[in-house]
């Protein structure tokens, strides 16, 4: 996935869709999200927005996956290729590994969201990243967008989240501004405009084969 997005657009249009999602509350806090720019990001305090990572925290190698869980290359990554990376580096503790989420369009901020939700959302994070990528043919195809917020919260129940715990992680505006700013933030340091992404020890990537990815890692690790 390569585009840029309007953030402006963006906040237009999921004003216009607020009313099924929030009834008559006058406040969008996950539009308000997208109502930001690079300069107004930077004054967002985003401390509280966990970074998800697996693998050896102390790894000389670290690999940086910047994903939108809207993406189908980055669907195709994680159902097809992110096991094989796995076995070979992140169970190994050859590689910290960091899952970082780009927010293209607010379909992805609400996965994003669900993914996150709830105390010890670092524990059901990738478990659920899991469910979403491998439905994302289905959830993400919906014309509703009320479809696809309800497709979404039963992914997050059947991780064992409650409607209560959901139902205050989609009202929670000040995290999901965090998190878009988080977002903008690190796209501008990194330089990312397109998904799938990958900084490995520093150097920025496109979306690679598996074997070309394997090799980079392994001539990082010293290994090639």
Partial sequence: MNRRFSILAAFAVILAASAFFFGSRPADPIGAAFAQDNASAAEIDTSMIQEMSLGNPDAAVTVIEYASFTC???????????????????????????????YFDRFGLWAAIVARCG?????????????????????ARQENPADIVESLRKIGKT???????????F?????????YARWLQQSEEDDIT???????????????PYD????VIEAALGEG
């Fill in 72 to 102: 189908p290359h980055c669907a195709r990554f994680h159902t097809e290729v992110f096991k094989q990376l796995k076995a070979d580096f992140i169970d190994t503790g050859k590689i910290n590994f960091v899952y970082r989420e780009v």
């Fill in 194 to 208: 397109s998904t799938p992404s990958f900084i490995i020890n520093g150097k920025k990537y496109a979306n690679m």
């Fill in 119 to 139: 105390e010890g959302a670092e524990n059901r994070f990738f478990g659920i990243a899991d469910m979403v990528y491998e439905q994302q043919g289905t959830w």
């Fill in 212 to 215: 070309e990815m394997k090799s």
């Fill in 159 to 169: 991780a064992g989240l409650t409607d209560a715990q959901l139902d205050q992680c």
């Fill in 171 to 179: 009202t929670d505006g000040d995290t999901a501004q965090a998190m």
